[in-house]
């Protein structure tokens, strides 16, 4: 939807809605009451943030030439790396002041992780006021046979990169080539079908010849996501849980911390005899090891985002692909026959790293499928991507009070049965 939204109305007016409807849901949970109230809250940031990974890659590959719009792209990719450094020593300087800062507003106790949730919204506001200062994408209204805007976006760029006045701007007519022309009648044919055009495209996805490339494509998607975000997630209280016995292996000590909350549980419950309600408290201890460890592994992540890129062009993408998916494999079932803290810390970061695979295999499923169908297909097999990210998480937060080992068999199991299914992918 954001998609078709983006071809409709501009790539600049959505990237504005779905940055503004974040930022102001996003302030709006660190209110939340409850914890369902704050699930929701994030749900609905979560589909305004999905706009903005729809459309931003569109929007800045628009403003650049063949030339430097491949590096341009990989280096923005990056930059969610970055903010996986960033947040966690953010963190570190926020939650812990929980038992020496007491805050409240409007008469209401402001937690540290609601100013933490607070802070993190910040960057939307930058986002909403960088794109106020930006124009539309040229090459969109250049489609939508607006030459006149096109020729003062041009102009303006063309001050800011050479320095010289726009009035000296070379160019006085810009025209769409046979592609973008073919590409603009189709584009009105988008605007007048609506979402019908919508089911148009997704349809074939799900038909002979191509289902067979969608099923492969959507699951390796949801598999690596549901390896690596659903256990990233979970990371720092697993962490936290790892670090106050690291002498042994993880698993069991994250399933003796359990047994031992589950004991304080009871023993608080038997104890009440005057029968009035028990207050569930929320005592949480953090290491502040977490969040360097946490920082230290978005390094880790920004270093095999730097890697893929240099070596995806010397071993080719399917192969890079299904090494990834049997490393990261292996490592995973890895962490079960370990004791050691930092043989462990390496093998989950290695493991956790399989998420820097959604760039390789975009640019796989790319060349497997049509042109016309390409964006959607890539929009239904990112769709796959979350839920499987979603799904991931629920059933890792489940066997973490049941039975950890089953994670690591799980979820490296399936990164290996992945690996297996990406040697059938069609070659490029």
């Not at 002041?97 to 008469?107: A, H, P």
């Not at 539309?136 to 990169?161: C, T």
């Not at 699951?219 to 990371?235: I, N």
Request: overall charge positive; some cysteine.
């Amino acid at each position: 939807v954001w998609g078709f939204l983006s071809d409709t109305w501009g790539r600049r007016k959505v990237l504005l809605l779905a940055s503004g409807g974040a930022f102001i849901v996003s302030v709006l949970s660190t209110f939340s009451p409850n914890a369902w109230t704050l699930i929701a809250a994030r749900f609905l940031v979560g589909l305004f943030v999905s706009g903005n990974a729809a459309t931003s890659y569109a929007y800045l590959a628009e403003f650049h030439n063949e030339t430097s719009r491949a590096r341009v792209i990989s280096w923005a990719a990056m930059f969610m790396a970055i903010g996986l450094c960033f947040l966690p020593v953010l963190a570190w300087a926020i939650i812990p002041l929980e038992d020496r800062l007491s805050l409240s507003l409007f008469g209401y106790r402001y937690a540290m992780w609601r100013l933490y949730l607070l802070i993190c919204s910040l960057d939307l506001l930058a986002i909403v006021a960088g794109l106020l200062l930006l124009p539309e994408s040229a090459k969109f209204l250049l489609i939508k046979e607006r030459q006149q805007e096109v020729q003062q976006i041009l102009a303006k760029i063309y001050h800011y990169n050479q320095r010289q006045p726009e009035q000296t701007f070379p160019v006085k007519l810009v025209t769409l080539d046979p592609i973008d022309s073919a590409y603009a009648v189709e584009l009105q044919r988008r605007s007048k079908l609506g979402l019908q055009y919508v089911w148009q495209q997704i349809v074939p996805l799900l038909r002979p010849p191509l289902l067979l490339h969608t099923l492969k494509a959507s699951v390796l998607m949801g598999g690596l996501f549901a390896a690596s975000s659903g256990l990233f997630l979970w990371l720092p209280d697993i962490l936290n849980a790892y670090i106050q016995r690291g002498d042994m292996k993880l698993c069991d000590v994250i399933t003796l911390i359990h047994e031992h909350r589950r004991l304080a549980r009871i023993e608080r419950i038997g104890g009440n005899y005057s029968g009035a309600p028990v207050e569930a408290g929320c005592p949480i201890t953090i290491n502040a090891d977490i969040f360097v460890i946490t920082a230290l592994m978005g390094c880790v992540f920004l270093a095999c985002y730097i890697l893929n890129g240099l070596i995806i062009g010397v071993i080719g993408k399917k192969t890079l692909l299904i090494s990834w998916f049997v490393v990261c494999g292996i490592c995973g079932l890895g962490v079960l026959w370990t004791s050691n803290f930092y043989i462990t810390l390496i093998l989950i970061a290695t493991f956790d790293a399989s998420g820097c695979l959604g760039g390789v295999l975009s640019a796989i499923s790319v060349d497997l499928f049509p042109t016309n169908y390409r964006a959607m297909a890539l929009c239904l097999i990112l769709m796959t991507g979350r839920l499987g990210a979603m799904a991931g998480s629920n059933l890792i937060a489940y066997l973490l009070s049941i039975n950890c080992n089953l994670i690591f068999i799980l979820f490296g199991g399936l990164l290996l049965v992945c690996a297996v299914i990406g040697t059938t992918l069609k070659g490029t």
